[in-house]
């Protein structure tokens, strides 16, 4: 998804935020890097995403079972992922996801971009609520949704991460994927993944 008006959205609330607020990770675990793979897999690749993304979703759904498949579970790639929201309902999103066990975290995502032309884009939709009967499948209780809605440590920490992406590799999309330090701007296939990263998918 480009950044339109879902992303701009986001913008003017969030910036204010941030002056004069350091990243509050310290040792929070919700905070701590989200991937899957070997840590001495031969490629590491970054992708940025939002949880309100088509194109994003489009990826996980099509494009990343078989690169897990292939690529991952076979120690060739490791995947990092790295919030970029692009509006307000996919950083509430995000909290969510990042407030679940870390072990809990893939299987989460997957599951919000399955459904997430029921929880984010359905008119009338009780986002939130929708949202909150997902991560019920995940063991979170409603009130620790709202507990981590509330969270505005957090909240500023997702932010700043979605600008450091800005600064450090130019990050103004969704999906963007970091081959080699090297950022690739939307969706890729199969085939333009392996050639990307380097890798054989034999």
Not at 157 to 165: D, N, P, T, V, Y
Request: charged share 20%.
């Amino acid at each position: 998804m480009s950044p339109t008006r879902r992303s701009l959205v986001l913008a003017a609330p969030a910036i204010g935020l941030l002056p004069g607020l350091a990243l509050a990770q310290g040792n929070d675990p919700r905070l701590a890097e989200r991937s899957a793979g070997k840590a001495d897999a031969q490629a590491t690749v970054i992708e940025y995403f939002s949880l309100t993304c088509s194109h994003c979703a489009n990826f996980h759904k099509t494009v990343w079972p078989e690169v897990k498949s292939r690529l991952v579970d076979t120690g060739k790639v490791r995947m990092v992922w790295r919030d970029f929201p692009l509006d307000q309902l996919a950083l509430a999103a995000a909290m969510v996801a990042r407030s679940l066990p870390a072990e809990r975290y893939e299987g989460f995502v997957g599951a919000l971009f399955s459904s997430q032309d029921r929880w984010a884009f359905a008119r009338g939709a009780d986002n939130m609520g929708e949202i909150a009967k997902i991560a019920a499948l995940a063991g979170m209780s409603r009130a620790d949704v709202d507990k981590a809605l509330q969270d505005q440590a957090l909240q500023r920490s997702i932010l700043e991460s979605r600008m450091k992406a800005q600064q450090e590799f130019n990050v103004n999309s969704t999906p963007t994927f970091v081959f080699n330090n090297k950022p690739q701007p939307g969706e890729v296939t199969f085939d333009r993944f392996v050639q990307l990263a380097g890798v054989s998918a034999g």
